[in-house]
């Protein structure tokens, strides 16, 4: 397991972003729990955020690629709208281990 950050490091309704294995990835907090995703969009690989730590629309109910405007759900990283629609952000198993965010 690696520990990313303490789970008081990303606000409710927030992410946070960092590099895994060479990779871009982000957390993402909400009311339903702690969700980890490699940042890279289904349809062509490139980061989803234009500036970092936000990856969320306005009204924070959706994760949000910032080149085009589509929608992915929080809690599954399946595609609502937009040119992936109906695929998958890449899901990371995370848990949380005495108020630290473990993968
Ligand atoms: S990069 Fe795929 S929706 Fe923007």
Request: charged share 20%; glycine share 6%; aromatic share 10%.
């Amino acid at each position: 397991m690696t520990r990313v950050c303490r789970t008081e490091q990303i606000p409710c309704e927030g992410t946070f972003c960092f590099n895994h294995n060479d990779r871009p990835h982000f957390l993402l907090r909400n009311h339903s729990g702690v969700f980890c995703y490699v940042n890279a969009c289904p349809h062509n690989r490139v980061r989803l955020d234009w500036t970092e730590n936000n990856l969320l629309d306005a009204e924070k109910l959706f994760i949000q690629c910032a080149s085009h405007g589509a929608l992915f759900e929080m809690d599954t990283g399946r595609c609502v709208f937009g040119p992936c629609q109906g695929q998958y952000l890449q899901s990371v198993p995370c848990t949380i281990h005495e108020g630290w965010i473990e993968i």
